[in-house]
């Protein structure tokens, strides 16, 4: 595909995975390690907490929620962490609409005579009006 390209990085959920390690190793060395030792080390091992749970948190972000997203005049395909892929072309949807999720997030749906697939426009820092707009004249589709 030799079109456009976006992967941008989602901060929320960069954070939530970051925390979420976070929480996991400062657990663990409460459990573990003695109190006067914690004491007495109580910068250093949070410091290596801090900076190994952004490393991990990066990872696990990478791998599980990262999305890209590349289109091109012929289709699109998108990429959600290492595994989930998915493709389709342009003229597969005779549709296109902005929607509005309970998270406030936008997304633009495109209907086919099978149902619908959402790009999600604002997890991918797209702004969604414009994307919209481009997404109908990719569709070949009048504005409306």
Request: hydrophobic share 45%; glycine share 6%; proline share 4%.
């Amino acid at each position: 595909m030799n079109g456009r390209v976006l992967s941008r990085v989602h901060k929320a959920s960069l954070a939530r995975a970051s925390v979420a390690v976070f929480v996991l190793e400062a657990t663990l060395v409460f459990l573990l390690i003695p109190l006067p030792t914690f004491q007495g080390f109580a910068v250093p091992i949070i410091g290596f907490n801090l900076v190994t749970s952004l490393a991990l948190g990066w990872a696990i972000y990478r791998y599980v929620s990262h999305l890209e997203f590349s289109y091109d005049g012929q289709g699109f395909k998108i990429k959600k962490g290492r595994r989930q892929v998915t493709s389709h072309s342009w003229s597969e949807f005779s549709r296109a609409s902005l929607v509005r999720s309970e998270a406030l997030e936008f997304s633009v749906r495109l209907y086919s005579d099978g149902g619908f697939f959402e790009i999600p426009a604002s997890r991918l820092k797209l702004d969604p009006f414009k994307f919209r707009f481009e997404v109908l004249e990719l569709l070949g589709a009048p504005k409306s």
